[in-house]
């Protein structure tokens, strides 16, 4: 599939199905404008007491950087060493780093209601995307938990990092990985 066949897309259980996460981007750029739009669809989730529990922070351009190098505080020694350059190479080929942020609410019910929103919104955002052609992949790597990335990145006390999405036109859409039939994992109570 190319991004031609993604914009021919038809009903929403075609893409939903269709979406694939994009690890290999093509340099094309998308811009923090095009973003902007696809969040402003992505906020339409739903959200308990509309909350709107989240906050992004786009690094694109020379903010790349920024977002690298705070990647690159999380590394031991040995893996600085090890894919420090490599890591640089591709965030900074990569056209925009997106980090999606939740205000944490203390208690426990709130927190897990927002929680759920933000997954809703960020699953909104890849749909939205996907229909304009744009991949990403979204991340949970250990450093999003390393208090040097955070502070680098410009994570807020009280904010906790729900996703790091790595946005742009795919260059390789992988094959799905098919799904278990929902029949399966489905308990019918009927009487
Ligand atoms: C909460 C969450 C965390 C994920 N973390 C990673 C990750 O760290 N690295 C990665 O390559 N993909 C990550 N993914 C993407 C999944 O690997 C991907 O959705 C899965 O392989 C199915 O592929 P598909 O999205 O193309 O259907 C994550 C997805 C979710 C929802």
Redesign the pocket.
């Known amino acids: 599939m190319n991004t031609e066949s993604v914009k021919r897309l038809g009903t929403m259980s075609q893409l939903i199905k269709e ?5 290999l981007f093509t340099g094309d750029p998308v811009t923090v404008e095009q973003l902007t739009e696809l969040l402003d669809v992505a906020v339409w989730a739903p959200n308990h007491n509309l909350r709107e529990p989240w906050r992004f922070i786009v690094y694109t351009g020379e903010g790349r950087k920024v977002f690298a190098d705070a990647v690159f505080q999380s590394f031991t020694q040995e893996e600085a060493k090890k894919y420090g350059e490599a890591r640089r190479n591709e965030y900074m080929a990569t056209p925009l780093h997106l980090i999606v942020a939740l205000k944490e609410d203390p208690r426990q019910k709130q927190w897990d209601e927002d929680f759920s929103a933000v ?1 809703c919104l ?1 699953q909104n955002l ?1 749909l939205a995307a996907w229909e304009q052609g744009i991949g990403m ?5 250990p450093y999003m938990y390393h208090p040097k990335f955070r502070e680098a990145a410009g994570i807020q006390p009280g904010e906790k990092v729900v ?1 790091v999405l790595h946005i742009g036109y795919p260059r390789i859409i ?1 094959p ?2 098919p799904r278990t039939p929902a029949i399966e994992k489905l308990t019918v109570v009927d009487r």
């Open positions: 979406r694939r996460t994009v690890r997954s960020i890849q992949v979204w991340k949970s790597n996703a992988p799905a990985a």
